[in-house]
């Protein structure tokens, strides 16, 4: 349903280019106007800008221009109907219990996660909540011009449970109309009139399409373990030319091997009609249907793009960085290397025929989903010209390909791995390993990386360890033993290394820049009681255990999170840097009393912006020593990764920042958390 939060509706006036001879040249015209039409700026995902009004001078000198509050906090438990809230309470009570570590500040409908970056286009912001409302905001005002409320929540929880979040909305117009389009929580995907907020009824079914109509095994009923919808989307769709591609979100934290395939899907930006789908997950006589053994691409689902996507708008291709297949960490019952899970594949935006793909991870049992837009950049090597493309991953690798052809820029290995001594299981002998650019993360786990600052807190760290499997990347999860190991390491964990803010890349120099994660996971492998669902011989446990660190600090050397430059002409590292100093709690540790410690990155991770003059992200805490622990949107110079200024935020990001230039001012929009979350916009005094 439609409704206002502002006295009267606001007319908002496009500003209409003339028909340009390229897509691209009308994209470029519409970054130096100081627009933002995709999640990424544009759709090769650059999340560049040639602004340059905000510069390494003036930057700490920005000022909050206006807040504003996220319309979810408008929608109250009566208003929701009370019996959703209820539901939504009850799951958050079974997290609670199950991980109360990980909940314990969480409150349903978890409205908190306002991930989104928002669009700009004729002076309007347009976004979606994590209640799947949409809105358009004035960008210069802050206010609320209109917002959509589909009211997914009535329906149910979305996919994964926990994961009340949205990514954000994608923008179209054809020079006569203009249209916002975003998936839903309960998997609608709905067009409005970007001026009005109103359905376009001539898309779909009165304004929507119902994206689990084609989609096996793909229903609306809570069915999963934690009473979730198991089909959802969270992220923005991307339009290429006159088609909206679609991916998806599905519960990927199960304890059945059956799931609905995450099958990527096309619409006609006008009309709605469906103009293709790609079978993530080949059927029978596609290409790759006999790297699924005995059959089990039938029941096999996931698979999904529930990142976001990029395309070559001349080329008329689209970029699909696909995720793992059911179960995350149990390959048994799909034998095989199983495509086109884990890979990059390139479609043709008007058939959706593969053209190429590659595929990083055989056989997933990580979790190592492709978490992110790739990143298309023009390139120089050895003298010759490349349109390439690039994929960061939680693995801490970039995978660097010609765009066109699919071949790589450098020479990518299989090299041999650990097997699994898990019943049933057959992990693939080898992985894919590129020769360059070097990794950009720590990976696997030796006692070497064990925490080092004295040899007491190192001893200690050694006999913790012990107690679990380690090993190099791609190292299979376990079992338990009794009075043994409990569990594998896995180094990067499931959540990266780079994870869904992806990379940023600069067009004039070839330089990607991505932050990442010193994180890791824990995998202890169960088998789930058949009476509560479970048709899996093996999942992992929600419950295992985690190594304790020495003393309460991390059991791993620093940093925790840090920010490389890498040179794709090259495919070299340009340079590295620690996010911030890091927590205070660890620097002023007894045990480290004395110690002049490095800056060791800190927790939190979010998306880089990349201007004509400077590279931006945010930190979470610390820029340096003597500095306050609150949040900072920070300022670096692009090319030695200096911190050149910095600007204290009143609440941690929750998104990636963008830029856009209104009435001859620049600005800068992000997501902060708060209840409710807000998006706020910086601009010079």
């Not at 908190?112 to 928002?118: G, S």
């Not at 205070?584 to 410690?597: T, V, Y």
Request: hydrophobic share 35%.
């Amino acid at each position: 349903m439609l409704f206002k939060l502002s006295p009267t509706l606001a007319v908002v006036c496009l500003v209409l280019s003339p028909v340009l001879t390229t897509v691209r040249s009308q994209e470029q015209k519409n970054a130096a106007a100081g627009e933002w039409h995709s999640y990424g700026g544009d759709n090769t995902s650059a999340k560049y800008s040639p602004l340059d009004q905000i510069n390494r001078v003036n930057f700490a000198q920005l000022k909050i221009a206006w807040r504003w509050n996220s319309v979810d906090g408008f929608l109250s438990k009566s208003a929701a109907g009370g019996e959703w809230w209820s539901k939504a309470e009850n799951i958050f009570e079974d997290l609670q219990e199950e991980n109360p570590n990980r909940w314990r500040d969480k409150t349903a409908p978890w409205n908190y996660a306002l991930k989104a970056t928002p669009l700009m286009a004729g002076g309007m912001l347009y976004l979606a909540t994590p209640l799947s409302v949409a809105a358009a905001i004035d960008g210069e005002t802050g206010e609320t011009v209109w917002a959509f409320n589909p009211k997914t929540y009535e329906v149910g929880t979305p996919s994964m449970s926990f994961q009340w979040n949205h990514r954000g909305v994608a923008y179209w117009s054809d020079g006569r109309e203009a249209r916002i389009f975003w998936g839903t929580g309960d998997g609608w995907l709905y067009a409005v009139d970007a001026k009005t907020g109103r359905p376009c009824k001539n898309f779909g079914d009165g304004g929507r399409v119902d994206l689990m109509k084609n989609i096996p095994r793909a229903s609306r009923k809570e069915r999963d373990y934690l009473n979730a919808i198991e089909y959802s989307v969270t992220s923005p769709p991307i339009v290429v030319r006159n088609t909206v591609i679609v991916g998806s979100a599905i519960s990927d934290r199960r304890i059945t091997k059956e799931a609905p395939p995450g099958d990527v899907q096309a619409f006609d930006a006008r009309t709605g009609e469906m103009k293709w789908i790609f079978h993530t997950i080949p059927r029978a006589g596609e290409f790759g249907n006999e790297t699924w053994e005995n059959d089990s691409w039938k029941y096999t689902g996931n698979a999904n793009v529930w990142s976001m996507m990029s395309a070559d708008d001349e080329l008329g291709y689209v970029y699909l960085p696909i995720g793992t297949p059911t179960n995350d960490f149990y390959g048994g019952h799909r034998l095989g290397d199983n495509l086109f899970a884990d890979s990059l594949v390139c479609v043709d935006v008007e058939t959706g025929k593969r053209v190429w793909h590659f595929q990083m991870v055989h056989h997933g049992l990580w979790d190592y989903d492709n978490p992110c837009a790739p990143n298309l950049i023009d390139i120089t090597v050895d003298g010759k010209r490349i349109k390439a493309v690039a994929q960061v991953t939680k693995q801490g690798f970039c995978y660097v390909f010609d765009r066109v052809t699919g071949k790589p820029v450098w020479p990518i290995e299989e090299r041999p791995v650990a097997a699994s001594d898990v019943p049933g299981e057959r992990a693939a002998p080898t992985q894919p390993f590129p020769t360059r650019p070097a990794p950009f993360e720590y990976q696997g786990v030796t006692v070497d990386d064990l925490i080092d600052f004295t040899p007491a807190l190192r001893a200690e760290a050694v006999k913790e360890i012990q107690r679990f499997r380690t090993g190099p990347l791609f190292t299979p999860p376990s079992l338990a033993v009794k009075g043994g190991t409990q569990g594998t390491i896995h180094r990067p964990g499931e959540g990266g290394g780079a994870n869904w803010p992806g990379a940023s890349v600069d067009p004039e120099t070839g330089i990607l820049y991505v932050p990442s994660r010193n994180g890791y996971s824990v995998k202890l492998l169960y088998t789930p009681d058949p009476e509560k669902g479970g048709t899996v011989r093996y999942t992992h446990a929600q419950r295992g255990e985690s190594p304790r660190g020495p003393q309460g600090l991390p059991i791993f050397k620093p940093p925790y999170s840090r920010l490389t430059a890498i040179d794709l002409n090259r495919g070299e590292h340009v340079w590295m840097t620690p996010l911030g100093m890091g927590a205070s709690r660890i620097r002023n540790h007894p045990a480290l009393k004395g110690l002049k410690l490095p800056p060791l990155g800190g927790s939190a991770v979010r998306g880089p912006l990349v201007t004509k003059t400077l590279l931006i992200t945010v930190i979470d805490g610390a820029v340096f020593e003597g500095d306050n622990d609150g949040p900072k949107l920070v300022a670096y110079d692009k090319t030695t990764g200096k911190v050149v200024g910095k600007v204290d935020l009143p609440a941690g990001a929750l998104g990636t920042p963008m830029t856009f230039m209104l009435k001859g001012k620049q600005y800068i929009a992000l997501t902060i958390s708060g209840n409710p979350p807000q998006l706020i916009a910086l601009c010079l005094p």
